[in-house]
């Protein structure tokens, strides 16, 4: 692709991202109005702030119920942003501590099994590496989305290739199955996530290669307001 070239396509892509981010407003906007038209009680602005960052988001009620927990008195969506990172990575650490209980306790355990639970322990602490390196990259400079969502999708397949393994004992896999059931959906979650945080979008042309850069402002600039006002 030559520099003009590339330079449409960043610009097409920037669009896309544009009309994304006002479909959800849109969606959020309009279910606001439903809501308030029926006279139910306001909800908290952290509660308001949860569904509309989770709206978005493949596995809703996961995110809800876990950001509501987790970041009860989240401000902004930054806050959010920063609490699904952290949730995610402390499930798949959770579930690390589970495939090491499970090599001592499965009785009669293969050493297919033992070895197949062995990687998982290996392969779920590179996710957790990932999810947090990510995190700390989005909180530092500008990185493009593909990036970022690149490193995320990774941690998402070390989830699933250790369970992948876990062919040889039911029990291990449905107990493994289990301890990653939330940390998945939340990674899936994430990946939706990054695709709505671009609101102040910038096209960066990288000198090297020319090759366009969608980079974002990672700090989404939604507010919310006490009274009512603001985003949402
Ligand atoms: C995992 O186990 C270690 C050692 O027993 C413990 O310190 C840590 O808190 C556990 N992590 C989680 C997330 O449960
Ligand atoms: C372990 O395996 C042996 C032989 O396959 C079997 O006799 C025994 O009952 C098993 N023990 C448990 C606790 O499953
Ligand atoms: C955030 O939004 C406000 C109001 O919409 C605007 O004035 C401000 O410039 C925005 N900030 C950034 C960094 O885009």
Redesign the pocket.
């Known amino acids: 692709m030559n520099k003009k070239g590339a330079r449409i396509a960043g610009a097409s892509a920037v669009l896309l991202v544009l009309a994304a981010v006002i479909v959800v407003v849109c969606v959020v906007f309009s279910k606001r109005n439903h809501h308030s038209s029926t006279g139910a009680a306001e909800l908290p602005v952290s509660e308001k702030l949860v569904k509309a960052f989770c709206q978005p988001t493949d596995h809703i009620e996961t995110c809800e119920a876990e950001l509501s927990k987790a970041a009860a008195h989240a401000r902004s969506p930054a806050d959010l942003t920063e609490a699904i990172f952290h949730v995610t990575s402390g499930k798949i650490s959770e579930a690390i501590n589970e495939s090491k209980a499970l090599i001592d306790d499965l009785r009669n355990i293969s050493k297919r099994t033992s070895r197949a639970l062995h990687n998982c322990g290996e392969l779920l602490s590179y996710a957790v590496d990932d999810i947090e390196t990510t995190l700390a990259r989005l909180q530092g400079q500008v990185y493009s989305v593909g990036d970022l969502k690149t490193w995320i999708s990774a941690a998402l397949t070390f989830q699933e290739t250790c369970l992948d393994g876990l062919t040889d004992s039911s029990e291990a896999a449905s107990k493994m199955s289990a301890a990653l059931g939330s940390s998945i959906e939340l990674t899936e979650d994430i990946l939706a996530v990054l695709d709505q945080l671009p609101?102040?979008v910038t096209l960066q042309v990288d000198e090297d290669n020319a090759v366009p850069n969608l980079v974002v402002?990672l700090k989404p600039?939604i507010t919310v307001a006490s009274d009512g006002s603001g985003d949402f």
Do not use: G, L, T
Request: charged content about 25%.
């Open positions: 609101v102040a402002e600039n």
